[in-house]
């Protein structure tokens, strides 16, 4: 089946510790999105890809870094310099060929520093 | 600058009731306007959106929304809730390539 597939569903990390979360579509799509989602403030993003080999900062990118050198693949790495990282991370696939298409979410990954 | 904003936070219905959850939007040029749900440890799903034509759009799950330009609304409807319909709401606009969040609001069903 087709579709976003993230891992893993739960993450725990300590402090000072990167992270790598995983995100991958066989949809085809050309944009790929990072979303942080925290209780009260909806979704966040973070970075976002429209081709392979380029990808921009969203409104939160600081702490966070993301590679995009696969079509199907936007992994995302929650580096030590980010204060804050337990949230639950969406990511979100879309194709780049008309304006008005929907953004198809995974099921999420839950980080948590202990 | 582009927003979203979904003015209730929290909203409790009862089972056979009609909802509406209001969505107002801020977009210089042609809004693509999108609604999603999501049930809790769960990604989103679309319910419907809209792009251009007729401003009343259908959904999956019995909702359907009204695109209000002179409003700046996009409302999402359901003329009967069910217990299963409790989730948390998401109203968006495309901005460029990305989409534009509200913060969301969460709707329970009470029996």
């Known amino acids: 089946d087709g579709g976003i597939t993230q891992s893993p569903k739960y993450l725990f990390r300590k402090e000072g510790q990167n992270v790598t979360l995983s995100c991958e579509q066989n949809?085809?799509?050309?944009?790929m999105y990072w979303y942080r989602q925290d209780p009260g403030q909806g979704l966040r993003l973070i970075y976002y890809?429209?081709?392979?080999?380029?990808?921009q900062k969203g409104d939160i990118a600081e702490g966070y870094s993301v590679s995009r050198e696969k079509k199907e693949s936007f992994p995302l790495t929650v580096t030590s310099a980010q204060k804050n990282p337990t949230a639950f991370y969406l990511c979100?696939?879309?194709?780049?060929?008309?304006?008005?298409?929907?953004?198809?979410f995974g099921q999420g990954t839950r980080l948590t520093v202990v | 600058a582009q927003s979203v904003t979904q003015p209730d936070i929290h909203i409790t219905v009862s089972e056979g009731a009609s909802l509406e959850l209001r969505c107002n939007y801020s977009?210089?040029?042609?809004?693509?306007l999108f609604w999603y749900v999501q049930s809790p440890g769960q990604g989103l799903q679309l319910l419907l959106k809209?792009?251009?034509?007729?401003?009343l759009v259908q959904g999956i799950k019995g909702f359907e929304a009204e695109f209000k330009r002179s409003q700046s609304s996009f409302n999402l409807r359901k003329p009967s809730v069910h217990w299963s319909d409790a989730a948390e709401y998401f109203c968006?606009?495309?901005?460029?390539?990305?989409?534009?969040f509200g913060k969301g609001t969460t709707l329970s069903v009470s029996s």
């Open positions: 979100a696939s879309r194709t780049g060929q008309a304006h008005g298409t929907e953004a198809f």
């Open positions: 809209y792009f251009s034509g007729d401003t």
């Open positions: 968006a606009v495309r901005a460029g390539t990305a989409l534009i």
């Open positions: 977009y210089g040029a042609t809004p693509y």
């Open positions: 890809s429209q081709i392979v080999n380029d990808f």
């Open positions: 949809l085809n799509h050309d944009a």
